[in-house]
């Protein structure tokens, strides 16, 4: 029988199958912050178990560290004792862990493919849900929760329902200043936050074949906000190029022999899908949310959707509440929603080359006067070492950004970088729900150039026109 990608992943790492239609999976590799992960080692100490291979975890403090003044340490209380607890419980069990003032340090989906800590056909867990962007490297990857931290870190095996096989095939050439991030909202706001439940939902077509390996990321962490735990993307060149001579990908022979293997992590031919969507993306704009829910999405040159619309008449009631929470009206011209704030960065925006796509913008150029804050946060300190090598530091301060260190930052409002009531920023972040980036916040999702374009007019503006 011929067999999809995510059927072979699961196949690789199937143990056993239960009649309750759940099956025990192998873990290979378990990534860990400091949110999610002290309940499961405090339930560990409590049961007298022990972490059954600690070469399999990878951890790294992100969510609620200091952007900022770091050396000043943790101000809040909370943060700072789960902070101190991933520290111990690291220490203590001998795990692999990237300090605060460890370069390597940064959001943990930065830092696990840029270390070649995950590799092709790997199983991937971590206590968050956008652990999906490791499916870019063709590894079924997917979040857990506390409960299954725990259970991983003392088994290395999960329970898992298998889910169905969703094709989503792009084709057509990406526009100009249309990146991944834009094409993940257009999925999103065409089959919705539901559209991909149930499934694993691999990237097919010549428009994902030309994506970069960070642009695949980006596609494969917003994968999870269309309600499908897994993304994927197959392997090809790109994928072994990018794995290769990372500080822990495998050397000599046993490259060679992995390679071997990778180059078989592709879907068979003929390969059933329980189901198919095609997207033609060639005229499609750069997008924006509007609303409360990554669905909420229109194109940058377009206008927000109308009460009327046939579209949403089973949701006119989601629309009304988001329009009154967003402080927007019906069919309002997406360019004249102006902001206070700006945030680049997130483990769904905050690689190399999206930064070099804001210094393109930037360059040369002044934040508008309304804007009170725009920051640029990197996902890792080598992407902030690496862009500081290419002077892109200096275009974004003399443009009026402020340079961060690397954590989540304004992704979620867990940390100092918060929106304050009615606030409204443009975000390179992956989810607007209400509340997301602090109470009352308004948060607009966007690509990282639609996000410097919007910082340099104060307002939101088709990238293409300027």
Known sequence: MRKTLYDKLWDEHHIYSYDNGYSLIYINKHLIHEVTSPQAFEGLKQAGRSIWRKKSVMAVPDHNVPTTLREAGIKDPISKIQVDA??????????????????????????????????????????????????????????????????VLATQCLLQKKSLNMNIKVNGKMPEYFYSKDLALLIISQIGTAGGTGYAIEYTGNAIRDLSMEARMTLCNMTIEAGATTGLVAVDEKTISYVENKPYSPKGENFSSAKKYWENLTSDNDALYDK?????????????????????????????????????????????????????????????????????GSCTNSRIEDLRIVADIVKNKKIANNIKSAIIVPGSGLVKEKAENEGLDKIFTKSGFEWRSPGCSMCLGMNDDKLNEYERCASTSNRNFEGRQGRLGRTHLVSPATAAAAAIHGHFVDVRDM
């Open 86 to 151: 991933l520290n111990k419980n690291c220490k203590t069990n001998d795990l692999l862990k990237f300090d605060l003032e460890d370069i390597r340090q940064g959001i943990v989906h930065v830092v696990g493919p840029e270390q070649g800590i995950i590799l092709p056909g790997m199983t991937v867990v971590c206590g968050d849900s956008h652990t999906s962007t490791h499916g870019a490297l063709a590894a079924l990857a997917f979040g857990i929760g506390t409960s299954e931290v725990e259970h």
């Open 276 to 344: 198919i969507i095609d997207i033609d993306i060639s005229e499609s704009s750069p997008m924006i949310t509007w609303g409360t829910s990554p669905e909420m999405a229109v194109g940058i040159d377009g206008k927000l959707p109308s009460l009327d619309d046939e579209r949403f008449s089973s949701k006119r009631q989601d629309l009304l509440n988001a329009f009154s929470y967003m402080g927007l009206k019906e069919k309002q011209s997406v360019n004249s929603i102006e902001l206070d704030k700006i945030f680049i």
